[in-house]
């Protein structure tokens, strides 16, 4: 059996934790699945009959070789559509921040930090822009946005600026809600 009390600390627990920052990090990819089999169809079709004409003259073994271009071309696009399963979820409330990094194979790796104790450090390329944006708390240093382009991070950057800024204010009364 439960008291009232309970349920009120879980209601002014909810309002508190509420999400200040939110963001799901994927890789980008160019190329979709349809566009994916377009390429592929005309590679094989090329290799065909390319290889047709080399069969022709005598060259037979050419034939079996642009199978294998086709073969290995195939095998890369593959490589490529797995490791764009990777994730990064970084959410930011008032008291947390939580980093959750899914590997395209689909190892989870969860890391939780107080967001008044987070600091956030950059490394800056002159040519290219932000090239490598760093979580530092308590001596560890967790790499965030890995594969985000530099003007990507320097967004992200600046969202997760501001998001730890208003968790270092904290909370703000609402008599209206």
Not at 20 to 49: C, E, K, Y
Not at 94 to 106: A, I
Not at 131 to 146: T, W
Request: proline share 4%.
């Amino acid at each position: 059996m439960s008291t009232g009390n309970e349920i009120e600390r879980r209601d002014s627990e909810d309002q508190s934790e509420a999400q200040i920052f939110s963001a799901l990090l994927t890789p980008h990819r160019s190329l979709n699945r349809t566009g994916f089999l377009a390429v592929m169809l005309f590679l094989s079709a090329v290799s065909f009959v390319t290889g047709l004409v080399f069969l022709m003259m005598g060259a037979w073994p050419v034939l079996g070789f642009f199978g294998l271009d086709v073969l290995v071309i195939w095998w890369a696009f593959k490589v490529n559509f797995r490791a764009a399963r990777a994730s990064e979820e970084i959410v930011v409330t008032p008291s947390e921040l939580r980093v959750r990094r899914v590997s395209h194979r689909g190892q989870v790796a969860e890391w939780t930090f107080n967001p008044l104790w987070v600091r956030l450090d950059l490394e800056i390329d002159e040519d290219f822009g932000l090239e490598h944006l760093y979580l530092i708390s308590r001596g560890r240093r967790l790499q965030l946005a890995g594969f985000l382009g530099p003007e990507e991070k320097t967004s992200f950057y600046n969202g997760l600026v501001e998001a730890l800024n208003a968790a270092k204010r904290g909370p703000t009364f609402n008599p209206i809600r």
